[in-house]
């Protein structure tokens, strides 16, 4: 819009005033096109978490998780003894998400076998 107004002489001054918008705003828009080539946003932080999962450790918890003395264990009883032995560190969650993802665990099937919210027919 501004580059627009400035092809048809308006100057950028007159063009904020119009638009009602500080002139800082379209020079750090300027700027940024500039340095990037775009005016767009880009997604902040690093494209890879400094304390991601690394693979080593997912395969760490698959192997453990696997074993006949481990296979009923919670997930927070994997978190907590694979840590103690040393062999991953991560969260409950993060054990849960790994499990899941590779095919380890499913959710169980939800059923309702009475209590409130299940209506019984009249005798």
């Not at 007159?14 to 800082?24: F, G, H, N």
């Not at 750090?28 to 946003?41: D, H, N, P, Q, V």
């Not at 919670?74 to 095919?103: C, D, K």
Request: aromatic share 6%.
């Amino acid at each position: 819009m501004i580059q627009a107004s400035r092809g048809a002489g308006v100057g950028k001054v007159k063009s904020c005033a119009l638009l009602e918008i500080q002139i800082r705003r379209i020079e750090r828009w300027e700027s940024r096109l500039k340095s990037t080539g775009s005016i767009a946003y880009g997604k902040p932080g690093p494209k890879q978490a400094l304390h991601a999962i690394v693979p080593a450790e997912q395969e760490a918890l698959l192997a453990f998780a696997r074993r006949e003395t481990t296979v009923d264990y919670s997930f927070q009883m994997l978190s907590i003894r694979g840590a103690e032995q040393g062999l991953f560190f991560m969260s409950a969650s993060s054990v849960r998400h790994i499990l899941q993802e590779n095919g380890v665990w499913r959710r169980p099937k939800r059923t309702q076998t009475g209590g409130a919210g299940v209506k019984t027919q009249p005798a």
